[in-house]
């Protein structure tokens, strides 16, 4: 370890004897050299101030188990720091309870796959993906591993390991055909919302389904099966093209207006208000609208002005 360290003073020597000298080679050049005292870390960062903090315990992570953890040394009087990297109340937990989670498929069909973009999206998408993506992976065989030594899992009639899922776990994403739609006209577009679909016709109908304020009414509405929006066929226009946002639905119809309709916190509908709108309504823009992205809290549209 020690002849490493003098091998690379030495090299760092070498390389800054070489600056030095192509340094001194230009009349105005004027090598300056900074000696840090030992904790002196405040000239280690010029644009943003260090502030040193002590603690007696540090627990990473803002969670169900890290929350817990950090009240419980609090409270035995320890000066505890929590570190997340989500705003704390972006915790998670509802319920916590201890297990381990493969994806096994003894129960119904499974893909470590699944289990990695759960475990991702989980994380708000901040989590390692590669340590993720090996944890996923090699899970079946640790759990396996840990059965070859003895430990003593719930089982299933067959005698396989018993999984029970807790709702967090993604299903089937092999995709099937959704023969609800099969008595419906040709669909020409579909557009996906945080939890609902909206798809519009040849014929320029709109039809939704899923949980949301998704254009049946005023209330918050679900359905598990294609309904038609009825409010469209109030306007004396086809609708073209739907775009659909987490919580709003956009469309546009063959005159270039915009239609929108939804939850309506932020503006994010472009009607004046931060007002939920049960019905599409006509968003006023200065031409005819071309294209719409929604976002989660905002919408976009491109407008061909004259």
Request: aromatic content about 8%.
């Amino acid at each position: 370890m020690l002849s490493g360290l003098k091998s690379r003073s030495l090299l760092t020597s070498i390389k800054l004897s070489g600056l030095a000298r192509s340094a001194l080679r230009h009349r105005d050049a004027e090598l300056s050299i900074l000696k840090l005292k030992e904790g002196d870390h405040k000239m280690l960062s010029r644009e943003y101030p260090v502030v040193d903090h002590s603690y007696d315990a540090v627990v990473v992570g803002a969670g169900g188990a890290g929350l817990r953890a950090a009240f419980g040394l609090a409270h035995e009087g320890f000066k505890t720091a929590c570190i997340t990297k989500l705003f704390p109340t972006r915790s998670h937990t509802v319920a916590a309870q201890g297990g381990i989670n493969a994806a096994l498929g003894n129960m119904e069909p499974d893909n470590w796959r699944w289990h990695m973009y759960d475990t991702v999206k989980g994380s708000d998408w901040l989590g390692y993906q590669d340590a993720i993506h090996y944890m996923t992976e090699e899970a079946q065989k640790s759990v396996i591993e840990l059965e070859n030594y003895g430990m003593p899992f719930s089982r299933t009639d067959k005698g396989e390991i018993y999984q029970r899922a807790f709702g967090g776990q993604s299903y089937n994403y092999v995709p099937q055909r959704a023969s609800l739609l099969k008595n419906l006209p040709e669909i020409v577009q579909v557009a996906a919302g945080g939890s609902f679909c909206v798809v519009l016709t040849v014929t320029g109908e709109l039809y939704s389904w899923g949980y949301g304020v998704i254009g049946h009414g005023p209330e918050v509405s679900f359905s598990k099966s294609p309904r038609k929006i009825q409010e469209i066929s109030c306007i004396d226009e086809t609708a073209t093209r739907v775009f659909c946002g987490t919580d709003s639905t956009a469309v546009i119809t063959d005159s270039g207006t915009l239609y929108t309709w939804g939850r309506g916190s932020f503006g994010r509908l472009g009607l004046g208000s931060n007002q939920d709108q049960w019905i599409p309504k006509k968003v006023e823009l200065p031409g005819d609208v071309i294209d719409v992205s929604c976002g989660v809290d905002h919408m976009a549209a491109v407008v061909k002005c004259s």
